[in-house]
């Protein structure tokens, strides 16, 4: 309770200025006393104003003779006298970054309000007199502001409470009535009232911007935790198969080498048993040798003819030419047949090697990509297209690496195959197309038709030909005109600019396929928005001999 009373008495006796024990004390008109220096100092400050009480705000005219307050003075020096005196803490003095007040002498301590009717910034203390006083009531209070001579007319030293709207810029009422004169203007706040409204529009088109913007962030997230588990996914059944496909591979090897090893033990066997009979054979020769060797060395003749009849008669010999030696080829032709399978496999795995790394680089995850809008731009998504021989109909003619194909007279000399067109006059590329993709024809013939295929499309009758069935999409390129066909009973005719050169642009994963006229510019002919539910291939028909069409090498 003392260490309360103390601070009273203090702040009883401490300037409004300065914030410390009253020095020289005086009392101006209004009641409300100062350091005589203060005092003096701020109105000084403000001589082009007329003084005033820096708390009430109350005006003097003129300016009152400042005489020491005797009473105030012993009372201050005896407080002083009580060590009361104190001085407050560094951090509520102004910084360089904070807004100083303007009342306080010497230090000043910070602002915490800034009224746009005094255009002063004050300290709490500074600032009670607002809060205690009616006549202070209908100002202005907002926080500490560095700028508030901005709100002076540089030409009238007026407070600038009006707005003209015909060349956007604040001014004082002198102003109005000056250089403004004629002008539109209203008051400030009419003005702020109008702003702020459209600010709060445009606020509210942001706000909707941001809910849209995070609704495709979620959307995103969403997209990176559904490609995380998809991949974990695929590694992990991936993983599943090709141990799979290596425990396969391991019980055939393990399979061959016991069969290898039996049919070893079951032949060996054989030729060991054949090999004792023959060295038995060679045993009971040599005895028979050798008693045929004892009687013939008997000098005796009737002793000689006496024996020759016990001799053993020569047993059924199994004759050395029987037995046929084959070259050392035991097992190679194991050996050949599992290379041979080797070859198979490897083909087969680089096959399906080339298909699964199309397709992870295929993997499309981000947000639908725009068409290209010049050549430069479908070039970035150029792919080499290779004819599959397997395909192509007798009557044509395939060179230029398989990219080139040539109607002829006579039929060519392909293999039979299950893929190839028996009765249309087509091929298909070897390789599919996914993901984004462009390719162009060069035709060299009246009519050719531009074509892309799923694999299982028919290879015989009416509804093998491109364009004619649900699983193929044609473009029909003639001297006169363009015809976009599919399944037969959608057939768009197209008009368009006669070029050599078909630009086929495919987003497989949008469903998107386009056909352009391609010369120095490029021109949409026909656009397909669809669903693809399986690989496309690339195709050609052509008709009339001699007549080709090529898919361009681009660079």
Known sequence: ???????????????????????????????????????????????????????????????????????????????????????????????????????????????????????????????????????????????????????????????????????QKCICYLCSVDEHKGHNTVTAAAERTERQREVEVSRQQIQQEIQDREKDVKLLQQEVEAINQSADKTVEDSEEIFTELISLLQKRSSDVKQQIRSQRETEVSRVKELEEKLQQEITDLKRRDAEMKQLSDTEDHNQFLHNYPSLSPLSESTHSSSISIRPLRYFEDVTAAVSEVRGQLQDILRDMWTNIS?????????????????????????????????????????????????????????????????????????????????????????????????????????????????????????????????????QTSISGPQTSRIGVYLDHRAGVLSFYSVSETMTLLHRVQTTFTQPLYAGVWVNGSGNSAEFCTLR
């Open 1 to 167: 309770m003392a260490q309360k009373g103390d601070q009273l008495d203090q702040e009883t006796f401490s300037c409004s200025i300065c914030l410390e024990v009253l020095k020289d004390p005086v009392t101006i008109p209004c009641g409300h006393s100062y350091c005589m220096n203060c005092i003096n100092n701020f109105w000084d400050e403000g001589e082009k104003k007329l003084p005033s009480c820096p708390q009430c705000r109350r005006m003097f005219i003129p300016r009152p003779e400042l005489v020491k307050n005797t009473m105030l003075a012993a009372l201050v020096e005896q407080i002083k006298k009580t060590g009361l005196q104190a001085a407050p803490a560094d951090h509520c003095y102004a910084g360089p970054e904070d807004v100083a007040c303007d009342v306080c002498s010497g230090r000043k301590l910070k602002a915490t309000k800034s009224c746009l009717v005094c255009l002063v910034s004050y300290c709490k203390k500074h600032l009670q007199p607002h809060h205690d006083s009616s006549t202070f009531k209908k100002h202005k209070l907002v926080d500490p502001s560095k700028n508030l001579q901005d709100n002076i007319c540089p030409c009238h030293g007026e407070v600038m409470k009006m707005f003209c709207r015909t060349d």
């Open 358 to 490: 199309l397709t992870i680089t295929d993997v499309d995850v981000l947000l639908p990509q725009p068409e290209p809008t010049n050549r430069a731009g479908f070039l970035k998504y150029s792919c080499g297209i290779t004819l599959d021989p397997n395909t192509v109909n007798t009557k044509l003619l395939l060179s230029e690496e398989n990219r080139k194909v040539t109607f002829m007279d006579q039929l060519q000399s392909y293999s039979g195959h299950p893929e190839r067109f028996s009765e249309r006059f087509q091929v298909l590329s070897r390789d599919s197309q996914t993901g984004r993709r462009y390719w162009e024809v060069e035709k060299k013939a009246d009519v050719v038709v531009v074509a892309v295929s799923y694999k299982n499309i028919s290879r015989s009758g009416y509804e093998s030909g491109f364009g004619l069935n649900d699983k193929s999409w044609s473009l029909r390129c003639s001297l006169d005109r363009y015809v976009f066909c599919h399944n037969n009973n959608i």
